[in-house]
């Protein structure tokens, strides 16, 4: 079991965001209409990054793309929520995600086609690299600890939680800066549209979460938060059999993470796959979503989240395989 | 817990050997000379030439499975670093929580050419290369092959992304994720990072020449490299080192250079040596690329740092192999500390006057038991790993 605490995530989202998917289902506890498995119009979700300019200067933009763009935005808004806290040798960095700056690789790739090969654009390749959104966050918020960016498609957001366990509990880290990024790219359009088991649309954002160790609330500590600002997050190093319901139970596929309204008879919960399209970090958004629950409505004080293995299948397994993320109130 | 994170076995494939023994036999050699590779297709006015893998050295039935080349290269030398470790029979492993940690670039990014030259032509490519990255994310794949269940991880740190594989396995035993792993890194040459390095003009046109004043740019190469670390006690049977420290430390400055001064190699370096003396160590395996930044950075560090330690760069043998030059710089380090013998470093002749330190001109003896393995890479990461020889107890 991965014990970490957290606090408000930070989100970057495309179309309207969380709030029309959350509003009302909690206090009503009914479930919205089943659209889950139903193709929508192909209209994709692409994020507004706009607000950046609220942090960074315009030139200093300019040559970011925009999966950069997403994350340095995402890491941002964490910052500014927790000021001066995410800065410096003791603060490490991960982004985390299923395909990278994917679209830039994409881009590079026609500056070499329109182009030919020695007139390939160095800018746009030194964006491409996997890392590069890492660097900038880094250079902008001055975090001189550990960075680590990861690809670990539809187990990223598990796979990142670990690695941030592992920095704190070594005490290489005193916090860490925990972001999932994922944009779209030309060839996962390609593959939605020609895909048969794809629903929805495709969407894509960053969710950013703020990492301490679990020890951080018995800590003096100037900079320490007040303690009702913070959540533990326990999560399930691998998929077991789940003994409890939890309140949001999510199951991935090719093309991003859905909500599963089998699993979970009677509870409320919500969908975000309409809201902010599929992608493989679905499900961080989901855990943030169920995170901010607990801040929103003060009579929550437990909440949990269920990732299913792409293995399981819900509609017909009587037991509740997956990944386990439960969040308590301190 | 008790014990520290023991090397158990080294493996490395690379164009200076098909097995890590024949890689340090080479370095000892006359280093061989790179050369333009048919394979990348490359249009370029100047020559690129680069360290490819003999490809006869490559199973025929993997290399018309349609598995990446990063892929075969990483069975490849995680098959030895296993079987180097005594893992080399069917079940050996079954019961154990396995780790494996996967550093890339080329690996993990969605970067299939003929694929994207027909969407973009607006013809209807098959999606196979789509489902086949889908499939074949590089940890999840290296556990299938080998049927490890444990953490898994691919690191896309850039050029110290199996430097970091290797410490972020050596954590995750620490802190109770998994038994033991597997961890290091492969990449393969592609024609998107042999334009992208061309792009940037930071490729050398002749042999590379790390450290040298004539220095004009890096070879990249293609290759892969694993070890097994498993907590345990040193001097245990079997061990190949002690893995004594790990650093990482982000420079927070530019996205294609090292900061001027070396800022997060420095910090590495100091987290890496606490509680250690300059004469506990024996060399630094550098990351020693060949361009004019990186080699600045490292020497004025080192000249700072570790004044009088023999250190050199063994890229004149093996190119950059980027994703996985941290883990097989890692393996060179230990092979060394082991063999009590360094090389000199290859493609060295004149000293840079803006370094003031120079590299090893000639092979020589080593006797302290401590050994630094240097990475730097693209976006200010700075990754130090520290190998003990296995028999001597701090």
């Given at each position: 079991?991965?014990?970490l605490?957290t606090?408000?995530?930070?989100?970057?989202?495309a179309?309207?965001?969380i709030?029309?998917?959350?509003s009302?289902?909690?206090?009503?506890?009914?479930e919205?209409?089943?659209?889950?498995?139903?193709?929508?119009?192909?209209?994709h979700?692409?994020?507004?990054?706009?607000?950046?300019l609220?942090f960074?200067?315009?030139?200093?933009?300019?040559?970011?793309d925009?999966f950069?763009?997403l994350?340095?935005?995402?890491?941002?808004?964490?910052?500014?929520?927790f000021?001066d806290?995410f800065?410096g040798?003791r603060c490490?960095?991960?982004?985390?995600?299923a395909y990278?700056?994917?679209?830039?690789?994409?881009?590079?790739?026609?500056?070499?086609?329109?182009?030919?090969?020695?007139?390939a654009?160095?800018?746009?390749?030194?964006n491409s690299v996997?890392n590069?959104?890492a660097?900038?966050?880094?250079?902008?918020?001055n975090?001189t600890?550990?960075?680590?960016?990861?690809?670990?498609?539809h187990?990223?957001l598990?796979?990142a939680?670990a690695?941030?366990?592992a920095?704190?509990?070594?005490?290489?880290?005193?916090l860490?800066?925990?972001?999932?990024?994922?944009?779209i790219?030309q060839?996962l359009?390609?593959?939605?549209?020609?895909c048969?088991?794809?629903?929805?649309?495709?969407?894509?954002?960053a969710?950013?979460?703020p990492?301490?160790?679990?020890d951080?609330?018995?800590?003096?500590?100037?900079a320490?938060?007040?303690?009702?600002a913070?959540r533990?997050?326990?999560?399930?190093?691998?998929?077991?059999?789940?003994s409890?319901?939890?309140?949001?139970?999510?199951c991935n596929?090719d093309?991003?993470?859905?909500?599963?309204p089998?699993a979970s008879p009677?509870?409320?919960?919500v969908n975000?796959?309409d809201?902010?399209g599929?992608m493989?970090?679905?499900?961080?958004f989901?855990?943030?979503t169920?995170i901010?629950?607990?801040?929103d409505?003060p009579?929550?004080t437990?909440t949990?989240?269920?990732?299913?293995?792409?293995?399981?299948s819900?509609?017909?397994?009587?037991?509740l395989?997956g990944?386990?993320?439960?969040?308590?109130t301190? | 817990?008790p014990?520290k994170?023991l090397?158990r076995?080294?493996?490395?494939?690379?164009a200076a050997?098909?097995?890590?023994k024949?890689?340090?036999?080479t370095l000892f050699?006359e280093?061989r000379?790179?050369a333009p590779?048919?394979?990348l297709?490359?249009?370029l006015?100047?020559?690129h030439?680069?360290?490819?893998?003999?490809?006869?050295?490559?199973?025929s039935g993997?290399?018309?499975?349609?598995?990446?080349?990063t892929?075969?290269l990483?069975?490849?030398?995680?098959?030895?670093?296993?079987?180097?470790?005594g893992?080399?029979?069917p079940g050996?492993?079954?019961?154990?929580k396995?780790?494996?940690?996967?550093?890339?670039?080329?690996?993990?990014?969605?970067?299939?050419e003929k694929?994207?030259?027909?969407?973009?032509a607006?013809?209807?490519?098959?999606?196979?290369?789509?489902k086949?990255h889908?499939?074949?994310?590089?940890?999840?794949?290296?556990?299938?092959?080998f049927s490890l269940t444990?953490?898994?991880l691919?690191?896309t740190n850039?050029?110290?992304?199996?430097?970091?594989?290797i410490?972020?396995?050596?954590?995750?035993?620490?802190?109770?994720?998994?038994d033991?792993?597997l961890?290091?890194?492969s990449?393969?040459?592609?024609?998107?990072?042999s334009?992208?390095?061309?792009?940037l003009?930071?490729?050398d046109?002749?042999?590379c020449?790390?450290?040298d004043?004539?220095?004009?740019?890096?070879?990249?190469?293609?290759?892969?490299?694993f070890?097994?670390?498993?907590k345990?006690?040193?001097?245990?049977?079997?061990?190949?080192a002690?893995l004594?420290?790990?650093a990482?430390?982000?420079d927070a400055w530019?996205?294609?250079a090292?900061?001027?001064e070396?800022?997060g190699?420095?910090?590495?370096?100091d987290l890496?040596?606490?509680?250690?003396?300059l004469s506990?160590l024996?060399?630094?395996h550098?990351h020693?690329?060949?361009?004019s930044n990186?080699?600045?950075?490292?020497?004025?560090?080192l000249?700072?740092k570790?004044p009088?330690l023999p250190?050199?760069?063994?890229?004149?043998?093996?190119?950059?192999?980027?994703?996985?030059?941290?883990?097989l710089?890692?393996v060179?380090?230990?092979?060394?500390?082991?063999?009590?013998?360094?090389?000199?470093?290859?493609g060295?002749?004149?000293?840079d006057?803006a370094?003031?330190v120079?590299?090893?001109?000639?092979?020589?003896?080593?006797?302290?038991?401590?050994?630094?393995?240097?990475?730097?890479?693209f976006?200010g990461n700075?990754?130090?790993?520290?190998?003990?020889?296995s028999?001597?107890g701090?």
């Open positions: 079991m991965i014990e605490l606090s408000k995530p930070s989100m970057v989202t179309g309207a965001g709030e029309p998917a959350c009302g289902d909690l206090k009503t506890g009914k919205k209409d089943d659209k889950f498995y139903r193709r929508q119009p192909r209209d979700f692409k994020a507004d990054t706009s607000r950046l609220d960074v200067k315009p030139r200093h933009i300019r040559r970011l925009h950069s763009q994350a340095l935005l995402g890491a941002c808004l964490t910052a500014e929520h000021p806290c800065t040798p490490g960095l991960i982004i985390a995600g990278g700056p994917a679209a830039t690789t994409f881009a590079f790739l026609d500056s070499l086609i329109d182009h030919g090969d020695q007139l654009s160095p800018t746009i390749f030194a996997n590069a959104a660097a900038h966050i880094a250079r902008h918020l975090i600890g550990p960075t680590l960016s990861l690809n670990q498609g187990n990223s598990n796979a939680f690695c941030a366990a920095w704190l509990v070594q005490r290489r880290v005193d860490v800066l925990c972001g999932l990024v994922e944009e790219n060839a359009l390609y593959g939605f549209d020609h048969p088991h794809a629903a929805g649309r495709l969407g894509e954002g969710v950013f979460f990492i301490w160790r679990p951080r609330l018995i800590r003096k500590s100037p320490s938060l007040e303690p009702d913070y533990r997050l326990m999560i399930s190093e691998e998929p077991r059999v789940l409890e319901r939890p309140r949001l139970v999510t596929h093309f991003g993470v859905e909500l599963c089998q009677g509870l409320p919960f975000l796959a809201s902010l599929q493989p970090i679905l499900n961080a989901y855990l943030a169920a901010n629950w607990t801040y409505y009579g929550i437990e949990g989240l269920a990732y299913l293995q792409l293995e399981s819900p509609e017909s397994e009587k037991e395989t990944l386990h993320y439960s969040i308590t301190p | 817990m014990g994170i090397i076995g080294c493996g490395a494939i690379c050997g098909p097995d890590l024949q890689i340090i036999t050699a280093p000379t790179p590779s048919p394979r297709r490359l249009e006015k100047a020559d030439p680069v360290f490819a893998v003999n490809h006869h050295i490559l199973d993997d290399s018309d499975s349609g598995l990446p080349l892929h075969i990483a069975r490849i030398a995680a098959v030895e670093a296993l079987s180097d470790a893992y080399d029979q050996q492993l079954k019961g154990k396995v780790g494996v940690c996967f550093g890339t670039t080329v690996g993990a990014t969605l970067n299939n694929f994207y030259r027909q969407l973009k607006g013809t209807q490519p098959a999606l196979t290369p789509l086949t889908l499939k074949i994310n590089p940890a999840d794949w290296l556990a299938r092959e444990g953490p898994r691919t690191v850039a050029c110290t992304s199996s430097a970091d594989a410490a972020i396995a050596a954590d995750w035993i620490k802190s109770g994720l998994c033991l792993a961890a290091g890194g990449d393969e040459l592609s024609r998107i990072t334009t992208g390095f061309a792009s003009l930071i490729t046109p002749n042999p020449r790390p450290f004043r004539q220095r004009a740019g890096l070879n990249l190469g293609e290759g892969a490299a070890v097994v670390l498993e345990g006690e040193p001097g245990n049977r079997g061990s190949r002690v004594a420290g790990t990482s430390c982000a530019h996205l294609t090292p900061h001027p070396g800022r190699l420095k910090r590495a370096l890496v040596l606490e509680g250690y003396e506990d024996a060399f630094v550098c020693g690329t060949g361009t990186n080699d600045l950075t490292e020497g004025l560090v000249r700072e570790l009088g250190f050199f760069s063994t890229k004149r043998h093996t190119g950059h192999t980027l994703g996985a030059a941290g883990a710089a890692a060179i380090t230990i092979s060394l500390l082991n063999n009590h013998r360094i090389p000199a470093s290859a060295f002749s004149q000293s006057p370094i003031a120079a590299p090893t001109t000639r092979a020589q003896s080593i006797d302290a038991p401590l050994a630094l393995s240097q990475s730097l890479g976006g700075n990754t130090v790993l520290l190998f003990q020889k028999e001597v701090r």
